[in-house]
């Protein structure tokens, strides 16, 4: 029989029928003390547990969490620090913990990098940040290198440069490097890390002669080689996101603001030594791309996001790419969400965590069309560009910032997982204009659909805790009873589209 519950305490793990440890689970996380969630970056821990940072460090809001593969929180801590929040997280071999971010210099409005210390519980440790002399830098990403070290990028517009600087695994400072830029976009710069602990940088040189540029620097701080690119159409593209897909391909995400192929977002490949191995674009059928971010999935497989900058809401794009640059799969974007992506964590080519910026966390198939909360877009245009290199050579410059230790005051947060876009029983959750509402008959084992409005008519999509589409079908009348007596036990999620308005909801099948 069907009954109603409370979806909240049904935990997709081991204990429910029919479903295995990774479950795909959609959450809000919040505390109700504090200002609540913004994740900005996230990493695997050695055990499999999710890292998750914040990225508007405000005071009471969340600096890292540490959740358990199911999603569900182990321990959260919030500081009172300020600054633009953390951008990377490194874990050593002992268990601890390494958190980069930003923050403001004391007495300053000048924003500075920052490292901090916890232990494998959450127990805080040490804070450093260091003075980048006169420049009022702006972090843009942190990674952990191959040699156990957190390299940061930074950028500044007066004077116009990129950097890097690199810590040990304990935040203590090894180099810092200074590139000097004709004209900098502070936004347009990203780093992947690469063989024996280097660091590729790609970024936009914005000036007379615009140019997308890679950069590869030793462990040491040395550069290894550099070069120019110019991409077809593209204005030479504004660089978003670099990712290491093996020691020998990487791929640079950017925008195309003008030329032949407008308001599209872009994929280079490129080799290990910096040549071009071929260029993408992507384009949407109505809107204009924003901004967005790309990751590996292994396999030779890609997971591309991106915005689009106009329209309501601003939707998010998420498609998996091979590197060939040709599409697999168009993957629905999170109605009730409607955020960029912050971040993914691969679970293999097919499955990842996905990392929105608000305050949510999915485990999510990469395959299947469409889950809970989702509603189908207009799918994207796949477009093989030509593209160039040429090798350059401009200067770069060591910086020695002053190393300020401090002592803020990390607090424990009691974070919540929520079911995200769910409620009790079989309802209707979207703030959707009135439409269908489906819910479980007393008594019988059948799903109960009613519409509000219209002509009674609507397509019904089931789809298991898996992610799996199990049935498809078409219905008509104002209130129809779905027979699912053939169901296995399991939860199961329903989706009912028709007359312009959707809803979801799931139920239980004992």
Aim: charged share 15%; proline share 6%; net charge negative.
């Amino acid at each position: 029989m069907i009954q109603r519950r409370t979806i909240m305490l049904l935990l997709l793990c081991a204990s429910v029928a029919g479903l295995h440890a990774q479950a795909p689970f959609n959450y809000n996380y919040d505390d109700p003390a504090t200002a609540g969630g913004g994740f900005s970056d996230g990493a695997r821990a050695s055990n499999g547990d999710l890292l998750i940072t914040e990225g508007t460090l405000v005071v009471g809001r969340v600096s890292l969490m540490r959740l358990d593969p199911q999603g569900q929180p182990l321990w959260a801590v919030a500081s009172t620090l300020q600054g633009s929040g953390m951008k990377g997280i490194l874990e050593r071999p002992n268990g601890e913990l390494l958190l980069g971010g930003l923050m403001y210099d004391i007495g300053t409005t000048n924003l500075e990098p920052s490292f901090h210390r916890f232990d494998a519980n959450g127990s805080w440790l040490d804070s450093r940040y260091y003075r980048l002399d006169t420049l009022h830098a702006f972090i843009r990403g942190a990674i952990a290198t191959t040699a156990g070290r957190m390299v940061t990028v930074f950028s500044a517009n007066d004077p116009a440069l990129y950097g890097l600087i690199a810590v040990d695994g304990t935040g203590q400072l090894l180099w810092c490097k200074t590139y000097p830029m004709s004209q900098s976009l502070l936004d347009y710069v990203s780093i992947a890390p690469a063989p024996m602990g280097a660091t590729l940088m790609f970024y936009t040189d914005v000036g007379a002669s615009p140019q997308a540029r890679a950069r590869m620097v030793s462990s040491n701080g040395q550069t290894l080689w550099e070069r120019a690119y110019t991409i077809q159409g593209s204005g030479n593209g504004y660089v978003e996101k670099l990712v290491r897909i093996t020691d020998d391909l990487y791929a640079a995400q950017y925008v195309l603001p003008s030329g032949a192929v407008q308001h599209a977002s872009g994929v280079l490949f490129i080799s290990g030594s910096g040549d071009v191995i071929s260029a993408h674009a992507y384009q949407h059928a109505s809107l204009n791309f924003g901004y967005g971010s790309l990751w590996s999935l292994g396999d030779d497989k890609l997971l591309f996001s991106h915005a689009l900058s106009s329209g309501t809401p601003t939707v998010p794009i998420l498609a998996r790419i091979d590197t060939t640059g040709q599409i697999l799969d168009f993957i629905p974007y999170d109605t009730a969400t409607s955020q960029m992506m912050s971040d993914a964590l691969p679970m293999g080519a097919d499955t990842a965590y996905l990392v929105y910026a608000p305050d949510q966390i999915m485990l999510r198939p990469l395959t299947d069309p469409q889950m809970i909360c989702e509603e189908a877009g207009d799918p994207l245009v796949h477009i093989l560009l030509t593209a160039s290199s040429m090798v350059v050579s401009t200067p770069s410059a060591n910086l020695v910032p002053t190393m300020v230790t401090i002592t803020p005051d990390f607090f424990p947060v009691d974070m919540q997982a929520v079911l995200h876009c769910n409620t009790t029983g079989l309802v209707t959750p979207l703030p959707r204009a009135a439409g269908v509402s489906v819910y479980p008959t007393p008594a019988t084992d059948a799903i109960h659909l009613a519409w509000a409005n219209g002509t009674g008519q609507a397509v019904v999509r089931i789809v298991d805790a898996l992610g799996h589409l199990i049935r498809v079908m078409e219905v008509r009348g104002a209130m129809v009873d779905l027979d699912v007596t053939d169901l296995p036990h399991g939860i199961y999620t329903v989706r009912c589209i028709g007359n312009g308005s959707s809803a979801v909801g799931r139920f239980v099948k004992e």
